[in-house]
């Protein structure tokens, strides 16, 4: 199976390939970066609309170039899925990330992929962006049934299989975690994305007090981003400033993920989201699982940040558990949850 995934939900115009019988990923990404401030949704709505047809036309020389050496698209009595690929398409479908994420972000991918799909009447394919956070995990590990940590920047959650969906087990409250390490960065001034900025700060720092806020499975962080820049601005110095929030933030996710371990019984964690490209979050995590003697894996950093990989592979998944969406179903949905989304794929693994 082939897949073109695009995802553009927030920051990063990005469009891939999934070739499934090679496990070949190829990813083609556009970052939008703020010139101040964060994320302008009607800015990163227009580099969305610059970047995305670049992106998308790239991935596709790609795919048409490598058509050749892959297999021949089956064409059979019409029954089978494997027959939709036409002779002259090399993709077999398209997938896009159909939310959650920012409106006008989300409204520009949706609107190529259906264009895509209609151009190369191939099928189209909906994925929800947080579940291919924690699937890119599941296939890059072979997990079985994880829990999944997903740190990314708008979410944060703890999902875990069961009956047919990823059920949310707990989430913040309030920010999503990356999101909340930027309002800190942006209040001390440091340019946009912030949570690399206060890793590097953090190596030199000491501990102060700040918040802890975790309630059975959920938790908080507004609180302690309040206290972080009050702190600042009373002259703490950042690096300690840095040093203690990576430390009480990444140590409540940590705590959660135990608890959720704890409460399924799984043995197997995966983290999706791009905070999880942070060593010390990584580090936490890697303890707590070997004092348990759970497995721990986390994706190479190219499949935790925001990437059509991760849209394509899931994609593939959906696609061959007959899960293509028609053009009137498919509407993007900034809220869209990963609890909504029927698991249907894992029965057609198992097979
Ligand atoms: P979502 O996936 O929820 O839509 P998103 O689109 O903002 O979120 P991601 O790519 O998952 O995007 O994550 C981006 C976030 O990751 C930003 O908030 C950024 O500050 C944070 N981040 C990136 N690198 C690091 C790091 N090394 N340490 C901590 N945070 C990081």
């Known amino acids: 199976t082939r897949i073109l995934g695009i995802e553009g939900t927030a920051w990063a115009a990005s469009a891939a390939l999934y070739d499934s019988e090679s496990d070949d990923v190829y990813i083609q990404s556009d970052a939008y970066e703020p010139d101040s401030g964060g994320i302008h949704p009607r800015e990163a709505a227009e580099h969305m609309h ?103 920047g708008a979410n944060a959650h703890l999902l875990a299989y069961r009956n047919g969906r990823y059920r949310v087990l707990g989430e913040t409250m309030d920010t999503g975690v990356g999101n909340a390490i930027d309002k800190f960065t942006r209040h001390v001034g440091w340019s946009h994305p912030g949570g690399p900025k206060v890793e590097q700060a953090a190596t030199d720092g000491e501990y102060v007090d700040l918040p802890y806020v975790v309630k059975g499975m959920d938790f908080s962080f507004s609180g302690i981003m309040s206290a972080a820049k009050q702190a600042s601005d009373d002259g703490t110095p950042l690096e300690d400033v840095c040093f203690s929030l990576q430390e009480n933030v990444f140590a409540m996710l940590t705590e959660v993920s135990e608890r959720a371990l704890s409460l399924t019984g799984s043995d197997e964690l995966v983290l999706g989201g791009g905070v999880g490209q942070n060593a010390r979050l990584r580090e936490m995590l890697e303890d707590m699982c070997d004092q348990r003697g759970a497995d721990f894996h986390a994706p190479k950093p190219r499949f935790l940040r925001d990437n059509a990989g991760m849209i394509a592979v899931l994609g593939a998944k959906m696609y061959n558990a007959g899960e293509t969406i028609a053009l009137e179903d498919s509407r993007v949905d900034p809220n869209y949850r990963p609890d909504q989304v029927p698991v249907t794929w894992r029965s057609a693994e198992s097979e």
């Open 50 to 152: 610059e970047a995305i047809p670049r992106v998308v036309a790239d991935v596709l020389e790609h795919a048409r170039e490598t058509a050749d050496s892959a297999s021949e698209p089956r064409v059979t009595d019409g029954s089978d899925r494997s027959s939709s690929r036409q002779r002259d398409s090399p993709i077999d479908a398209v997938a896009f990330s159909q939310g959650p994420g920012l409106g006008p972000c989300l409204r520009i991918v949706g609107t190529a992929a259906r264009t895509l799909s209609q151009t190369l009447s191939v099928p189209l394919v909906g994925v929800n962006h947080m579940v291919a956070h924690l699937e890119i995990g599941r296939h890059t590990a072979e997990f079985d049934s994880p829990v999944c940590l997903n740190a990314s």
